[in-house]
């Protein structure tokens, strides 16, 4: 597939239907996550490819804020074969199929290998897990879902995109 920006992720399966808004690196060196201000959305990361591009496409999301769950909460329960539709503003949708689930230690994330290029169009899911350490307000692990593409198509009826590539609820990407 050619590059164009996502807006939307869907998780049929896990009750996922989330916007999405670009997010870049952090002062730390990390990928950086959507304000907790919004819950409800989650992040593709403008340092990796668009999803449906060859090599990985990386899309984080928190587990929860501080007023209750959030849009990457169910995906501790994700496993191989779940489907995974990411809407891009070019009007298609890539899908894509679980293939793993993998708790990283946050001490033990490995970004040349979890971000790594593997000849082919994938995408990752990322989101914390673990124990909450509330003197570091840190998780202990990530949780990371691994991908491959499957199919493309058309957006699917009714998924009105935006001229500015806004997502189905008129909400434009965030950058």
Do not use: K
Request: charged share 20%; net charge negative; glycine share 10%.
């Amino acid at each position: 597939m050619r590059r164009s920006d996502p807006v939307r992720i869907v998780i049929t399966r896990l009750g996922v239907n989330a916007p999405l808004m670009a997010v870049a690196q952090a002062e730390d060196g990390t990928v950086a996550t959507p304000p907790f201000s919004r819950p409800d959305a989650a992040g593709w990361y403008t340092g990796s490819v668009t999803p449906g591009q060859n090599g990985t496409a990386v899309i984080v999301g928190h587990v929860d804020t501080h007023t209750g769950p959030a849009v990457f909460y169910p995906l501790t329960s994700s496993r191989p074969g779940d489907l995974v539709a990411v809407q891009r503003t070019d009007r298609t949708t890539a899908d894509f199929t679980v293939d793993r689930i993998q708790v990283i230690p946050r001490d033990q994330f490995d970004e040349s290998t979890v971000y790594a290029n593997t000849g082919r169009a994938e995408l990752r899911l990322i989101t914390c897990g673990g124990t909450f350490d509330r003197a570091t307000q840190e998780y202990s692990s990530n949780v990371v879902v691994y991908a491959h593409l499957t199919g493309t198509q058309p957006a699917a009826p009714g998924a009105v995109l935006s001229e500015d590539g806004g997502d189905a609820s008129g909400r434009p990407l965030q950058r």
